[in-house]
């Protein structure tokens, strides 16, 4: 498994995948910036519902904006594909992420949907069974890359990360890691006050260690 940290590493892989640093962390600011909308009259998954939408929406106001990528929602599984590249991107809120050490952990148990689509993602492993190279590669076995963004009150940590397979409802594996954001590189103001006052306006700074 290669975890990729720096920039000089990332970005030029990130480059082959059709996407750029700034893309993943425009959305990662609006995972984030939606969680904290969750004030204390919210039921308790409001946060992670908000967040989750939010991701969501804003991979495919970046993703849909660039030329070959669709949205996708086969079996029910929210997400960006592009045919060409042959890959999948699903965001993900995780209870771990950006760590060099520890892989990350979705904050949700994953189920058999994802756990097929992260399966079918390994064709390319097994030539025997790869499809016609007459065909484009189909969306089934599109490589499946999970945008994971772990939000713990002000520290935000994240990673653009392929994973292997799903076992006991999580993760288990990946292919590749590339660290986003890691602990301490976020810089952002403290949690909203549930005061029944709108949102004020920030910006967000992700200053990478050097």
Avoid: C
């Avoid at 700034?22 to 904290?36: H, K, Q």
């Avoid at 991701?55 to 929602?73: D, I, M, N, P, Y």
């Avoid at 809120?93 to 390994?122: W, Y």
């Avoid at 288990?172 to 890691?177: D, I, M, T, Y």
Wanted: proline letters at 6%; a negative charge; hydrophobic letters at 40%.
């Amino acid at each position: 498994m290669s975890v990729l940290a720096e920039e000089f590493e990332a970005g030029p892989r990130l480059a082959q995948l059709g996407m750029t640093t700034a893309d993943l962390l425009d959305i990662v600011r609006g995972a984030v910036g939606a969680r904290r909308n969750a004030v204390a009259f919210h039921p308790a998954s409001a946060a992670g519902l908000f967040s989750w939408l939010e991701g969501t929406a804003q991979l495919r106001r970046v993703f849909l904006s660039k030329e070959g990528w669709e949205l996708s929602r086969r079996d029910n599984i929210e997400s960006v594909y592009n045919p060409r590249l042959g890959i999948k991107i699903i965001f993900q809120n995780a209870e771990r992420a950006g760590d060099p050490i520890f892989e990350p952990m979705a904050a949700n148990r994953k189920g058999a949907a994802s756990a097929r689509a992260v399966d079918l993602g390994q064709i390319e492993l097994f030539p025997e069974h790869r499809i016609e190279k007459e065909q484009s590669v189909a969306e089934l076995n599109a490589n499946v890359w999970i945008l994971f963004v772990e939000a713990q009150g002000p520290n935000v940590r994240a990673e653009f990360s392929r994973p292997k397979a799903i076992s006991d409802e999580q993760y288990a594996g990946f292919h590749e890691r590339i660290l986003l954001v890691q602990d301490g590189e976020w810089d952002n103001p403290g949690p909203l006050s549930d005061d029944g006052e709108p949102p004020a306006e920030y910006e967000v700074t992700v200053s990478r260690k050097g």
